[in-house]
């Protein structure tokens, strides 16, 4: 799948939970992609005739019974569900996908997490255990205010003005594996403006509500 970055919204009593039980945010993390996943396959599934379907259902029996390890840490996600089910409801995710890199460059103009309130994509305070890619990254409100507000300026047609492919695949951002041609560049300007503001959005409302927000890469 790569590494794809997610952020969700918690609320002051949220994060306060995650603050006393730091597993509980990385379990968060995983059951709400793993929930993620699942409802889009549903949403996929039930699109697809009856005995594509089923033969689809059967591959998937099939993988748990070759990986004990599958049903083990689905059940391991199963058992948290009670404990996270008691600070709910939570926001739903905003997923970046793959091009979150790409994006925090063309924000930041660095490649890494240097102090500037526009680093969240790749800053925050540790909570929880290692995922894919390190444990998720706790932003409070305060700080969620300050990212709003490095946002407020920029727009979608700024960020789209920064592209330089060139530069972008020296500087080996991910996911990049060289410079694209014309029409994958397309693709990568209409992406990044539909991410910008999708992000901006979340994270306006997020302080706007009073929230922080949790990111982590999976």
Known sequence: MGMICYLAGLSPDQIAAFRNHAELASDFAQTSVTDQFDARRQAAFARLPPDVRQQYEQAKRDLIAQKP???????KLDAKRPLLAELGPFEPLLELGKAWHVLHYLM?????????????????????????????RL????ETQ??????APLTAEILVSRLNFTVLAELRLYPLLGVPDAAEALSWRDEIAELFQRLKYYVGSAAERGDGILVWLS
């Open 69 to 75: 390890s599958l049903a083990q840490q689905s059940a």
């Open 146 to 151: 300050a990212f709003r507000d490095f946002l």
């Open 139 to 142: 932003h409070n409100p305060s």
């Open 108 to 136: 930041t103009g660095h490649t890494d997490a240097a102090a500037t309130p526009g680093n969240a994509l790749l800053s925050g305070t540790p909570l929880g255990a290692n995922l894919s890619y390190g444990p998720p």
